[in-house]
């Protein structure tokens, strides 16, 4: 893809995430990788209405180099981008299934969400859960970046999920997977649930 057609590939899942209610108000970012350099959904703006021309670029560092300003939490893609080589895209959301899960207290730090289903152990596999950390707050840079070594994907306690992928397209669908174990898992708090085995989750990590 050339940088107009990647620019417009942001606008696209910007416009699809928003209009399924994935965002609200000007929460939510996307980045893509463009050579060394990262195009990312710019600050302040909703993810209904944002323009091509309005979106940011960053360096791999998340220092602001070119385009409008980048989102405060642009440092939080950087670092993903800088952990896994093979990601081409990440996303952002507050989505309100997966960000009421970050409000529990008692998660397992290392997998926030059980393997409830197939598509999920398959498109989003383990869901590290990283501490509070105030919007913007640039110590959760380094645990973010070492976090994503080992996953692509990441839960925010008391804010939302992070999820990357190979392209702009799977990380989008890992968010969405994401979203919808996350309203499942709620959907069947305080009932006897069947997960699936370690064996069953372990069979799926990584098929498509
Ligand atoms: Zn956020």
Do not use: W
Not at 16 to 31: A, D, K, P, V
Not at 142 to 163: C, D, F, I, Y
């Amino acid at each position: 893809m050339n940088e107009d057609q990647l620019r417009d590939s942001v606008v696209a899942a910007a416009r699809s995430i928003f209009t399924r209610g994935l965002t609200h108000g000007s929460t939510g970012n996307i980045s893509v990788r463009f050579g060394e350099r990262i195009i990312i959904t710019p600050t302040g703006s909703s993810l209904g209405t944002v323009e091509s021309e309005e979106l940011a670029v960053i360096d791999a560092d998340g220092r602001h180099v070119d385009g409008n300003r980048p989102s405060k939490e642009a440092f939080l893609h950087a670092a993903v981008l800088r952990a896994r080589p093979q990601a081409g895209a990440v996303v952002h959301t507050h989505s309100t299934h997966a960000a009421a899960v970050s409000c529990l207290a008692g998660l397992d730090p290392s997998d926030a969400l059980p393997p409830l289903t197939a598509y999920f152990a398959m498109r989003v596999g383990s869901l590290p859960l990283l501490p509070y950390h105030a919007p913007g707050d640039r110590s959760l840079e380094e645990l973010a970046e070492t976090t994503a070594r080992k996953s692509q994907a990441m839960l925010l306690a008391n804010h939302g999920p992070v999820t990357s992928g190979h392209s702009l397209a799977a990380a989008i669908d890992a968010i969405e997977e994401l979203e919808e174990t996350a309203k499942l898992f709620l959907l069947l708090q305080g009932r006897n649930v069947r997960t699936l085995t370690p064996e069953e989750a372990a069979k799926l990590a990584g098929a498509k």
